[in-house]
């Protein structure tokens, strides 16, 4: 995200193709609706344990060839699909695929379903920690406290609180509700992220913590398990294989460069996610709290980082305000981004208005949402299905219709906006897609689907 980039003169949108549809005010806007959508719980809960877990360092460099070799180029995709049909997941695949290719645009759609329901329950918990924190200090027993704010009563309750905010900015529109509250809140986070990471280094035992995070175990690299952790966690951060990204490029004119845009977009992502390993490390090391993270993920965020912030007293509970109002800032933008896929979906193929369209898909998602955040096995299960499994899916989908089927038959729609130099190297990009991700992806999606499968059996267990 740089401020030069308002320059390329996107300003007031004329309405571009005379479809009528709303378009982002500026460049920049666009690009901090992006990176809103990839930047959050995913980037700075679910990475650094998946780091930590899977090889450190070594998992690092996996998920960094992932996000270029896959990401960047699935992203590009995604951007050329909606610019170019100006239509959201279902009318894009119809209309650059075909009939036979719509069926997929369903699967986006109920992703979008699914994700934003148990992650809204994960962001209700962040809302809680971090209103509390500010009204009065975080309980001493940390395992404690999570137990009460995961809760059925707590947790329901700020799950429809957080989606209501997230309804109402959806509401709002393109450039008064996304585009209006991405442009703020996205620098704010990275700031006070960064912030957060230059404190920590100050902290006796943070090297400890940072040895845990990067000390390479390139045995890692040679398991298929890392592999679809890696390339999961990949989709799951930069919201790719759901529509996310083809939907806000559709709102997008046709002078920016796709692979440019796709390309400061994965480097924001994933230099937010290894910051946020650079923060909770440290962070949870310099307390002595090391045996809290090979528990579980979401006991590490919620119980180990509170914890150690509650043992550092004043200095902690200014720091741990910080650190959970920028993950509150992470949730919210992704959150809409989850619902503007499915509300945009309604607009375009119903013809409902936003508002309504808003209204309704954000209620039947916070009734769904009600089961996760009353049973932790339903929220495990949700995800492992939805992030591991539908996600990969919907970029095979991508890769095939983009790399084999109609849609990439002539690479205009993806080349427009870019540079002579850009559009040459679209010929590599075309073939990665053909060649390289196809078969990458089904190799993870063999792991996963029975892992997923594995975690609906043990619902209710
Ligand atoms: N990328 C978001 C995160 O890392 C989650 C997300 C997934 C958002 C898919 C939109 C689509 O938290």
């Known amino acids: 995200m740089n401020e030069h ?20 005010g500026s460049r920049f806007g666009f690009i901090a609706a992006a990176v809103g959508s990839a930047v959050g719980l995913g980037n700075m809960w679910r990475f650094p344990y998946a780091a930590a877990e899977h090889g450190g360092a070594a998992f690092v460099l996996l998920y960094v060839i992932i996000t270029f070799l896959v990401g960047v180029p699935i992203m590009i995709a995604e951007f050329g699909l909606g610019r170019s049909t100006r239509l959201s997941p279902i009318g894009a695949l119809r209309r650059s695929g075909g009939p036979a290719w719509a069926p997929a645009g369903y699967l ?31 309980p001493a027993d940390a395992e404690a406290y999570f ?65 845990y995070y990067l000390t390479p175990d390139f045995n890692e690299l040679l398991s298929l398990d890392t592999l679809a952790a890696a390339a999961s966690q990949a989709f799951f951060s930069l919201s790719l294989g759901m529509g ?30 290894f910051i946020a390993g650079l923060v909770v490390f440290p962070v949870i090391f310099a307390m002595g709290l090391q045996s809290a993270v090979s528990e579980s993920t979401v006991g590490a965020l919620f119980i180990a980082i509170p914890g150690a912030f509650v043992e ?23 959150a809409i981004s989850l619902l503007e896929v499915v509300v945009s979906s309604v607009v375009d193929e119903w013809k409902m208005n ?6 309704i898909g954000g209620i039947i998602i916070a009734l769904i949402g009600i089961l996760p955040a009353r049973d932790l096995s339903v929220l495990n299960a949700m995800d492992r299905v939805a992030a591991e499994v539908f996600l990969p ?16 038959r002539s690479l205009d729609a993806f080349a427009e906006g870019a540079s002579p130099r850009t559009r040459s190297l679209l010929i590599g990009w075309r073939w990665t897609l053909r060649l390289a991700v196809p078969p990458l992806l089904i190799i993870v999606l063999s792991r996963t689907i029975p892992a997923g499968i594995d975690a609906i059996r043990a619902i209710g267990g």
């Open 393 to 408: 899916l919907g970029g095979l989908v991508l890769a095939l219709l983009v790399g084999w089927g109609p849609a990439g």
């Open 5 to 24: 980039s308002t320059a390329s003169g996107t300003d007031t949108a004329p309405g571009g193709a005379g479809t009528g549809r709303e378009m982002w």
């Open 354 to 359: 936003r508002r309504k369209a808003s209204i």
């Open 244 to 273: 996310a990204m083809l939907t806000f490029a559709s709102y997008l004119q046709r002078d920016t460069s796709l692979p440019r845009e796709a390309t400061i977009v994965a480097l924001s992502d994933f230099g937010i996610a």
């Open 147 to 211: 137990n009460e704010v995961s809760g059925n009563t707590s947790a329901v309750f700020y799950h429809l609180g957080f989606m209501a905010l997230t309804l109402l900015i959806v509401a709002g529109g393109v450039k008064a509700g996304i585009e209006r509250v991405s442009s703020f809140a996205m620098p704010l986070l990275a700031l006070i992220l960064v912030g957060i990471a230059v404190w920590a280094t100050t902290l006796l035992g943070a090297d400890e913590g940072y040895r």
């Open 312 to 334: 550092m007293g004043a200095v902690g509970r200014v720091v741990g305000i910080l650190f959970f109002v920028a993950l509150f800032i992470g949730a919210i933008t992704s």
């Open 108 to 138: 986006f759609v109920g992703a979008g379903f699914l994700i934003l329901a148990y992650y809204s329950v994960i962001a209700g918990w962040v809302s809680r920690y971090a209103l509390e924190a500010v009204l009065t200090p975080w």
